[in-house]
């Protein structure tokens, strides 16, 4: 629930920023985000499930409705809610280290099929969102969920560049 909200606080403020034209989202460690916190889904406080509840849509909403690009450099492990972060991105590049997962099927968590499906078709989204398998950055590539696949000493570089040749073009085209 923290994390949800802090990133919809991040984007909130940025997205009324009119100097900033690009947003550019990397985990802080080895992990680009490892999802949410799997013991909040077992709480079953009326209080603590609304408050997932309303975190969980606030969330997303705010990054389906964000008006600037969106740049995903995934660094390592995007995992659960952290690959639906990647995936509700405007472009995603991954490192070598990234691997991507819908664990979360497996306790009974719903999986955002969707916006997957969008991106790298039907059929391999259910494969992934159903079996929960893992795949690495190579796959991920390979299937077109990101567009690179690089050394990680090279992923924020690289994820600035991508970053700067979106911000040549006005906002109102974005």
Do not use: W
């Not at 560049?161 to 979106?166: E, G, L, M, N, P």
Request: with cysteine.
């Amino acid at each position: 629930i923290a994390l949800r909200n802090e990133i919809d606080q991040c984007l909130a403020e940025t997205e009324g920023d009119d100097s900033v034209s690009v947003v550019v989202i990397i985990g802080a460690g080895p992990s680009f985000c490892a999802g949410f916190d799997r013991n909040e889904f077992f709480i079953q406080e009326p209080g603590h499930l609304k408050a997932l509840m309303d975190s969980t849509d606030r969330f997303h909403l705010r990054l389906i409705n964000f008006p600037k690009p969106v740049v995903a450099a995934i660094n390592g492990p995007a995992m659960g809610g952290g690959l639906d972060l990647a995936v509700l991105c405007d472009v995603r590049i991954a490192s070598e280290n990234a691997a991507f997962s819908h664990p979360e099927i497996k306790f009974g968590a719903p999986t955002l099929f969707g916006p997957l499906a969008e991106i790298i078709g039907g059929g391999l989204a259910r494969d992934l969102c159903l079996s929960g398998r893992r795949i690495d950055a190579q796959e991920a590539y390979r299937i077109g969920l990101v567009s690179q696949a690089l050394p990680a000493d090279r992923l924020l570089e690289e994820a600035m560049v991508i970053a700067d040749s979106i911000a040549e073009a006005p906002l109102g085209t974005l």
